[in-house]
């Protein structure tokens, strides 16, 4: 079983739409959560992380359900520039990473 | 300040061969991953550096791997010899010392490409 686990997508939607990722994880003494974005054959970076109250960074919105070992990601009014695939990232035992495959996201005009 | 570098983007190879990869992190990051990706699966993690330490190297997928990060900078990734199954997108990340906050910072990647 993945430690991981996402919908790779992809998820085409037109401009302005909100739509929404869900992740889960395998592990439950796993310690933070975050999102990472990744463009077409480039690196990925940090969008941002979640916490259990949840957390927004303007159109976007991170929700942790620690029972239930889900995370999820919102982002509404997408941009063109949303386009991407979005990652899922848990960290466990303070120095190890484990990353989803992956969710593809086609905003179109 | 410039972020981590690897090298080479781009390296295409006989089964057999051998391959260096190199990663320089972010000056002052203590830790060093590295990661791979094979075409159409997950990021998986290789191993991870505090300074020239190896932290966990769990993810090394056999003895034809090695890494290493002498005076605890730059860090090499050899493959030798090179399979086929090898052929993916080696990335490299850093972090600055102390907790981890979670941000990790991605080299480009090194593309390797096994014939």
């Known amino acids: 079983r993945k430690e991981v686990e996402q919908d790779p997508g992809p998820f085409n939607v037109p401009e302005g739409a909100t739509v929404a990722f869900n992740c889960t994880y395998s592990n439950s003494a796993s310690q933070s959560f975050f999102w990472y974005r990744q463009d077409c054959r480039k690196e990925p970076k940090l969008l941002m992380s979640?916490?259990?109250s949840g957390n927004e960074d303007g159109r976007f919105t991170a929700q942790l359900n620690r029972a239930s070992q889900y995370i999820s990601l919102l982002i509404r009014d997408s941009k063109l520039s949303d386009s991407a695939t979005y990652l899922c990232v848990v960290l466990y035992n303070f120095n190890k990473f484990y990353f989803g495959s992956g969710t593809k996201l086609n905003v179109k005009p | 300040e410039a972020g981590v570098t690897q090298f080479p983007s781009h390296s295409v190879i006989e089964k057999g061969q051998t391959v260096t990869l190199r990663c320089d992190p972010i000056s002052g990051h203590d830790n060093l991953y590295w990661y791979r990706r094979v075409m159409g699966k997950e990021i998986k993690f290789l191993l991870h550096?505090?300074?020239?330490?190896?932290?966990?190297e769990s993810g090394m997928p056999n003895n034809r791997f090695l890494a290493e990060r002498t005076g605890g900078t730059y860090s090499t990734l050899k493959v030798q010899p090179a399979e086929l199954e090898d052929s993916g997108v080696y990335f490299c990340a850093s972090s600055p010392p102390g907790a981890n906050t979670g941000e990790l910072f991605f080299g480009e990647g090194s593309r390797l490409t096994v014939l």
């Open positions: 979640v916490y259990s």
């Open positions: 550096f505090v300074k020239e330490s190896k932290q966990d």
